[in-house]
């Protein structure tokens, strides 16, 4: 047994015995080379193909994606937005975790669906719109403050902002925020102004952002009463003053100025609801916001016939608007006052078709509406008549004549007056020779009929008309025929609405328009509840649960909350309860 301290030592190995194991050693070491030489072209090969997998997985995947989009943009949802793009976001993610097995780096040459091409052109379309529109404001010298309305290019969210809401609100009325006075004049100017907000009662002490000032009837005179107020500034003020009375005195500066603020408001609205489709309801800006704008554009004060620049100006504002459902949807809810901007409402909606008069709705449904129009009151006067005649001028020529004819064999006009008045549009606008009554319609088969009777509730709905009016047609066709393919029907076109307006329907439908309860009110809508909660729609009950809860949770007594579950205890309780339960109404 050896020591810590003893060397152990191989026995040398003889010059003889290497030259002998060389051959075998050197033979070994090329096997080895070229087994290494094979696995590295076998890896090479291996991983050639893996990048090969994954970038065929990578574009087929985005190809599906892309046809996905597709048809998601041609359902009829509000929500479309929102769902493409998380198919892009999924496909964005697919694509990262591929390019991490295969490069490490993701193609720059990705496909886009085409509806988000569509969007990100309007939006460009939009930002492009925006600084000529501010700048025509500015120089026409609107009585709003330049540096807020150049904030609105760099910013357009900052319209939303309360300050700009402010000045907004303060434009349209002739008032000037209380903020604005104090930074430009200083607060010993505010008594050269009238508080329009503070009230004694109803609102006695407001916050001091939200106060509105308006300029005295008689403000040179307090001017010089009050002379050792801010004297400096008097000349800044008169100057004020002018450009606010200035921009409601009627002139052609201020219908200008008041078109200008109309287009800006229009371009930063739809800009503000594509940027943010996930949060805002389409029924809320494009039946709500944007008609009230459109009307104000498109229809001249102080005129009995349409203007035709003022027209121009509203539609092309309207070709901002992507979906064409959403475009209808806003001509659908405006004019609703009736006169002449109903009659601009059913102009902008013949003339955004693209070939009305191979457009069933336009002959069968919204013509004879036209005709209707035009002769109430009857026009017996001169000057009624050439208000058809100028507004039929803006229409095709195809329509004229059919709304010649129409007018010529109208029952609110006497069989001379018609006539009279059809040879007069024939001769203004050079129509021919218009017939005197059209030929009887041949008997419509049923089945035809009662297709066309649910386009029209269909075409309602897709135009977000009045939830009344959407409830009316219903009623309309039931009391035409009533029985459970009848009631099937109305309630599958119900399912296919957004579920607010399903909401808003469910409420109106028992009610006439004269008050009183339908006798099939109650059957109808125990119907509706009975199939609301049932397991086959539960994805339309989740729809229509949802929207419920967010109401309660922001109003618990809405009106539209209160009367819809109100309603469904009345058509089955038990289906009304489960409903209330669901929501969390007590």
């Known amino acids: ?52 997998v994954v970038e065929h997985r990578q574009k087929s995947h985005s190809e599906l994606i892309n046809l996905l989009s597709g048809l998601v943009s041609k359902l009829p949802i509000n929500d479309v937005g929102v769902v493409v793009s998380k198919l892009v976001e999924h496909n964005s993610h697919v694509a990262e975790v591929s390019a991490a097995l295969a490069r ?32 025509d404001l500015i120089k026409l010298d609107a009585p709003l403050h330049a540096a807020l309305l150049r904030s609105f290019v760099n910013n357009p969210e900052s319209f939303h902002e309360p300050s700009a809401v402010r000045a907004a609100r ?53 001017l010089k009463q009050n002379a050792s107020v801010v004297p400096d500034k008097h000349k800044e003020l008169q100057a004020l003053h002018d450009r606010v009375v200035g921009s409601r005195d009627g002139s052609g500066k201020a219908r200008a100025q008041r078109a200008a603020f109309l287009r800006l408001c229009f371009i930063l609205e739809l800009l503000h609801y594509y940027e943010n489709q996930s949060t805002e309801t389409p029924d809320v800006v494009f039946a709500q916001r944007l008609p009230p704008i459109i009307e104000q554009l498109a229809v001249p004060q102080g005129q009995e016939v349409p203007d035709e620049k003022m027209l121009k100006h509203a539609e092309a504002l309207l070709d901002f608007v992507i979906s064409q459902d959403h475009r209808l949807s ?133 135009d977000r008309a009045d939830p ?47 008050g009183k309860t339908d006798p099939i009110g109650k059957p109808v809508l125990e119907a509706y509840v009975v199939r609301l909660t049932h397991e086959k729609y539960a994805a339309t009950y989740n729809k229509v649960l949802n929207s419920l809860r967010n109401m309660f949770k922001v109003k618990p007594d809405s009106p539209a909350l209160v009367n819809f579950v109100s309603l469904a205890r009345w058509a089955d309780a038990e289906c009304g309860a489960k409903i209330a339960a669901d929501i969390g109404m007590h």
Request: hydrophobic share 40%.
């Open 1 to 52: 047994m050896s020591t810590p301290d003893t060397l152990i030592t191989a026995k040398p190995v003889s010059v003889e015995e290497i030259q002998k194991g060389w051959r075998d050693l050197h033979l070994r070491v090329q096997q080895l080379e070229m087994k290494r030489e094979a696995l590295e072209q076998e890896g090479k090969a291996l991983r050639s193909l893996l990048e090969r």
């Open 170 to 222: 303060g434009f349209v009325k002739g008032q000037v925020p209380r903020e604005r006075i104090v930074r430009e004049f200083g607060p010993e100017a505010l008594v050269l102004f009238q508080d329009v907000t503070t009230d004694p009662k109803n609102n006695p002490r407001p916050k001091a952002e939200d106060i509105m000032m308006a300029f005295p009837p008689d403000f040179a005179g307090v």
């Open 468 to 514: 009344t009016a959407i409830a009316a047609g219903i009623r309309e066709r039931l009391h035409a025929k009533y029985d459970s393919d009848e009631i099937k029907h109305g309630w599958v076109l119900l399912t296919e609405a957004d579920p607010m307006l399903f909401v808003r329907v469910f409420s109106q439908f028992p009610y006439l328009p004269d």
């Open 104 to 135: 490490g780096k993701i193609e720059a040459t990705m496909i886009q669906p085409a509806v988000l091409r569509v969007l990100d052109d309007a939006k460009r379309k939009l930002v492009a719109a925006l600084e000529p529109t501010v700048e």
């Open 330 to 462: 806003v001509i659908s809810n405006t004019g609703k006052a009736g006169g002449l901007a109903k009659t601009i409402r059913y102009l902008m909606r013949f003339r955004c078709e693209k070939d009305p008069a191979q457009s069933p709705r336009v002959l069968n449904e919204l013509m004879p509406e036209f005709i209707r129009h035009l002769v109430t009151p009857p026009p017996k006067t001169e000057a009624q008549q050439k208000a058809i005649v100028a507004a039929l001028r803006f229409i095709d020529p195809l329509l004229q004549k059919l709304t010649a004819k129409g007018l010529a064999v109208s029952d609110k006009l006497g069989k001379a007056d018609g006539e009279a008045l059809g040879k007069l549009l024939a001769k203004e606008l050079n129509l021919g020779t218009v017939e005197e009554a059209p030929k009887a319609a041949a008997a419509m088969p049923p089945e035809t009929e009662r297709q066309l009777a649910w386009d029209k509730v269909k075409n309602l709905i897709n």
